[in-house]
């Protein structure tokens, strides 16, 4: 409180005793104002420093509290001195420890996306691939009986966020989930394996692949991932080329579509242009490879992606993370979808399929057609426990469109039980 009155008598040069003579004999703020010679508004200023409150005619604040605050200062500021020092010292070791974790987590990702970038990514990719002698996968078995088999219809497969390469255990997660290659795989076989018992059939197969296809480098989760990110592609994409293989002997027509997500780019924001070592397109280049006269293999250059249906039907497909308020419930994102899909590919899709929020979600769109938001293969993590988010259950879909082009099945196949 002295601080402050020191402060008022130098900055208004008046004495704060011919201020509170004035106010305690009860001068309004204009007298008072005209008998130091100050504007109104400055009185005001001081009034209210001083904890004192004044109006046009009268002042209705006691003196007394402003007396009591002068006489008890000093014990007062003791106790706040003590109190700051204490609150400065643990302000300071908290910020240091910040500063040091944010320190080594920018060096290690600065290290690790410059590693990535450089052109020895591809040879260590193909040293792991030298390291994959066989993969096995489960043998498909499928007869044509049922009397749902059309042949111009369309099995269409969407998985979205594998995150292949993540590790989850248990004891991080409240034991709601576990993660990590193996399960991946396990999870991936029972989708694929529901895709062959269904009684809606056809010739045709499409694949579609929604993004975060591996963890990749982003938010720190380089620092708990099961394996390095080149040894991800190398084994995920050996497991993908076999897959297909297997599945070209029951479809007669197989495509593959790639879309990247954010956890592929080795950049912090989202970019339009193609990037050569996005780590979506490095997995869409070996599997092309090995896929020649096996299947069709397309990547979404443009990170947002079209896919053909039946009768000339479209559906508009992309990751989600270049649309960061997008969700199949949020009518006015949809509606925002439709019109990009027009913009970019000039068709009206009668299919939004997104990734990127981890959750199932579905919505009609004004055509009749759905926006559907496919769902996680990971589920529950480390980063969605911690900030709440429960229901992040994984789950992947299928869906059988007839020759119309219509969905006529779909099945939303839940994982939570595969570890």
Same mark, same amino acid.
């Given at each position: 409180?002295?601080?402050?009155?020191?402060?008022?008598?130098?900055?208004?040069?008046?004495?704060?005793?011919?201020?509170?003579?004035?106010?305690?004999?009860?001068?309004?703020?204009?007298?008072?104002? *005209?008998?130091?010679?100050?504007?109104?508004?400055?009185?005001?200023?001081?009034?209210?420093?001083?904890?004192?409150?004044?109006?046009?005619?009268?002042?209705?604040?006691?003196?007394? /509290? *402003?007396?009591?605050?002068?006489?008890?200062?000093?014990?007062?500021?003791?106790?706040?001195?003590?109190?700051?020092?204490?609150? +400065?010292?643990?302000?300071?070791?908290?910020?240091?420890?910040?500063?040091?974790?944010?320190?080594? +987590?920018?060096?290690?990702?600065?290290?690790?996306?410059?590693? !990535? #970038?450089?052109?020895?990514?591809?040879?260590?990719?193909?040293?792991?691939?030298?390291?994959?002698?066989?993969?096995?996968?489960?043998?498909?078995?499928?007869?044509?009986?049922?009397?749902?088999?059309?042949?111009?219809?369309?099995?269409?497969?969407? *998985?979205?966020?594998?995150? /292949?390469?993540?590790?989850?255990?248990?004891?991080?997660?409240?034991?709601?989930?576990?993660?990590?290659?193996?399960? $991946?795989?396990?999870?991936?076989?029972?989708?694929?394996?529901?895709?062959?018992?269904?009684?809606?059939?056809?010739?045709?197969?499409?694949? !579609?692949?929604?993004?975060?296809?591996?963890?990749?480098?982003?938010?720190?989760?380089?620092?708990?991932?099961?394996?390095?990110?080149?040894? !991800?592609?190398?084994?995920?994409?050996?497991?993908?080329?076999?897959?297909?293989?297997?599945?070209?002997?029951?479809?007669?027509?197989?495509?593959?579509?790639?879309?990247?997500?954010?956890?592929? #780019?080795?950049?912090?924001?989202?970019?339009?242009?193609?990037?050569?070592?996005?780590?979506?397109?490095?997995?869409?280049?070996?599997?092309?490879?090995?896929?020649?006269?096996? $299947?069709?293999?397309?990547?979404?250059?443009?990170?947002?992606? #079209?896919?053909?249906?039946?009768?000339?039907?479209?559906?508009?497909?992309?990751?989600?993370?270049?649309?960061?308020?997008?969700?199949?419930?949020?009518?006015?994102?949809?509606?925002? $979808?439709?019109?990009?899909?027009?913009?970019?590919? =000039?068709?009206?899709?009668?299919?939004?399929?997104?990734?990127?929020?981890?959750?199932?979600?579905?919505?009609?769109?004004? +055509?009749?057609?759905?926006?559907? =938001?496919?769902?996680?293969?990971?589920?529950?993590?480390?980063?969605?426990?911690?900030?709440?988010?429960?229901?992040?259950?994984?789950?992947?879909?299928?869906?059988?469109?007839?020759?119309?082009?219509?969905?006529?099945?779909?099945?939303?196949?839940? *994982?939570?039980?595969?570890?």
């Amino acid at each position: 409180m002295k601080e402050i009155i020191k402060r008022i008598e130098e900055h208004y040069q008046i004495k704060i005793d011919d201020f509170l003579e004035l106010y305690e004999l009860g001068y309004g703020r204009e007298d008072i104002a *005209l008998k130091l010679g100050i504007g109104v508004m400055p009185v005001r200023q001081i009034a209210a420093s001083l904890g004192l409150r004044l109006k046009k005619k009268h002042r209705s604040t006691d003196l007394d /509290i *402003l007396k009591r605050r002068l006489e008890n200062e000093n014990d007062l500021i003791v106790q706040l001195t003590n109190d700051l020092e204490f609150m +400065n010292e643990k302000a300071l070791k908290l910020h240091k420890s910040l500063i040091k974790c944010r320190d080594e +987590n920018s060096f290690l990702r600065k290290q690790i996306r410059l590693s !990535a #970038r450089e052109e020895k990514v591809l040879e260590e990719i193909k040293e792991e691939l030298k390291k994959i002698t066989e993969v096995k996968v489960e043998p498909i078995i499928l007869e044509h009986n049922s009397p749902y088999f059309i042949p111009n219809g369309l099995n269409l497969v969407v *998985l979205s966020d594998l995150h /292949i390469g993540a590790k989850v255990e248990k004891e991080n997660v409240g034991d709601m989930n576990e993660f990590n290659y193996e399960i $991946a795989i396990k999870r991936i076989d029972i989708v694929f394996d529901r895709l062959v018992r269904m009684s809606y059939q056809s010739e045709n197969l499409t694949i !579609a692949i929604l993004g975060d296809i591996f963890d990749g480098i982003i938010h720190g989760s380089q620092l708990i991932a099961e394996m390095p990110v080149t040894k !991800a592609i190398a084994q995920f994409s050996a497991y993908i080329v076999a897959k297909v293989k297997s599945l070209s002997k029951i479809y007669k027509n197989i495509t593959l579509e790639i879309i990247s997500g954010n956890h592929e #780019r080795l950049f912090d924001n989202p970019v339009t242009i193609h990037k050569p070592y996005d780590f979506s397109h490095i997995f869409y280049e070996l599997v092309k490879t090995q896929l020649i006269n096996v $299947a069709e293999v397309n990547y979404a250059f443009k990170g947002y992606h #079209r896919i053909k249906l039946p009768n000339n039907k479209w559906a508009f497909a992309f990751h989600g993370d270049m649309n960061r308020k997008y969700s199949p419930f949020k009518e006015a994102e949809v509606l925002k $979808a439709i019109q990009l899909a027009k913009q970019v590919f =000039g068709i009206e899709p009668y299919l939004i399929l997104s990734g990127h929020l981890h959750k199932y979600m579905k919505s009609m769109l004004p +055509n009749g057609g759905f926006a559907i =938001g496919v769902g996680s293969l990971m589920g529950t993590n480390q980063y969605s426990y911690n900030n709440g988010w429960l229901s992040s259950i994984p789950s992947q879909v299928i869906l059988f469109l007839n020759e119309e082009g219509e969905v006529e099945k779909e099945k939303v196949i839940i *994982l939570d039980k595969i570890s």
